[in-house]
């Protein structure tokens, strides 16, 4: 197996950085869109043989040092008892958003084997077909936690932080069985072959460090220490963090995920020996390809050929990029061995 991403997750030396995409698989590649043609995006995570396709074709088409098990950060909640659609150019929308107490009495604790049965079969048929490691994932405490309170994706972030100002227990007591929940998600996911791990804490930058010291930190450390004894890296990722860098090291995690916003070598000065992943701006893939170059090498040469560096973008692939953009970046970075 090629094992670049696990020795660079533990900060080991590699000829290369490896690379994946986050969203790696969608519609930015034509397989991809003729498949949605036939599926809806649940529909295709809970076949796991549509999943299993969806999550090997990148590896094949763009050659890719990881695979990332193809699902939603909202895969587990609909097991949980949460009434959500997933909604066309928007996202999850959620029936009846998180509004108090009884909301929370209603929630069900996650039962992998029972609840995302699907997501464990997509699992246990990639580690037959992969020649390369697997990815697990799952949505960190608050960005869950805002979707649920929100009701949906939101730009102001103004109902969950309401909530969690105003009735701060009710708050901490979500985070927590959020936490949980996701750490026996994953777990599961590591039982059934999973490789490596990344929690994504997309809207976790919408807080300040002292509100994330106190509303967000103990939760995920809780939900680190969970999933410290599965012996697998795991990687912290969030947008718009540059700010909460050094609160979200100590949370834990083994790789830090960063954005376009945070400077390299400022995060690697910070970090100090701690592992990072990044951090190309997903709109680069947009340029004509001298400027994808200039901008690849730019990271390259910033990480200075530090152990401990994972090349993927700050965020996302986009649905527009050009998937010929994305196989030149996988190409540019394999030059560094050759």
């Not at 405490?141 to 009735?167: D, H």
């Not at 509303?215 to 700010?243: A, D, E, Q, S």
Request: proline share 8%; aromatic share 8%.
């Amino acid at each position: 197996m090629n094992d670049l991403i696990l020795r660079a997750a533990r900060g080991l030396p590699t000829p290369r950085p490896p690379v994946w995409f986050m969203r790696q698989a969608g519609r930015y590649q034509a397989s991809y869109r003729k498949l949605r043609e036939t599926y809806t995006l649940p529909e295709m995570v809970r076949r796991p043989e549509v999943a299993a396709e969806v999550t090997l074709a990148p590896v094949r088409e763009l050659g890719v040092d990881a695979a990332i098990l193809f699902a939603d950060i909202t895969t587990p909640l609909y097991g949980m008892g949460v009434e959500l659609e997933i909604v066309e150019g928007k996202g999850p929308v959620f029936a009846r958003p998180f509004s108090g107490h009884e909301d929370l009495k209603a929630l069900r604790p996650l039962e992998p084997e029972r609840d995302v049965p699907f997501v464990l079969e997509t699992i246990r048929i990639l580690k037959e077909r992969l020649q390369v490691p697997l990815i697990g994932f799952a949505g960190a405490p608050f960005t869950l936690a805002a979707y649920l309170v929100e009701g949906g994706p939101s730009r102001r972030f103004l109902q969950v932080k309401t909530l969690m100002y105003r009735e701060e227990d009710l708050f901490h007591r979500l985070m927590d069985f959020l936490a949980r929940s996701m750490a026996r998600y994953l777990e599961a996911q590591v039982r059934a072959g999973a490789d490596l791990v990344q929690v994504f804490d997309s809207w976790v930058g919408a807080l300040s460090p002292a509100d994330y010291r106190r509303y967000v930190k103990p939760h995920m450390r809780t939900l680190f220490g969970l999933l410290k004894p599965l012996g697998v890296p795991v990687i912290h990722f969030g947008v718009g963090t540059m700010g909460l860098l050094q609160d979200m090291r100590e949370a834990g995690g083994d790789v830090l995920g960063l954005d376009p916003h945070t400077p390299l070598p400022w995060a690697r000065e910070v970090l100090d020996k701690t592992p990072v992943q990044g951090n190309l701006d997903p709109a680069v893939l947009f340029a004509p390809k001298e400027v994808i170059r200039r901008e690849v090498l730019r990271i390259l040469e910033e990480n200075g050929g530090r152990a401990g560096h994972i090349f993927n973008l700050g965020h996302g692939l986009l649905p527009e990029t050009p998937e010929a953009h994305v196989r030149y970046v996988v190409d540019l970075i394999k030059e560094v061995e050759r």
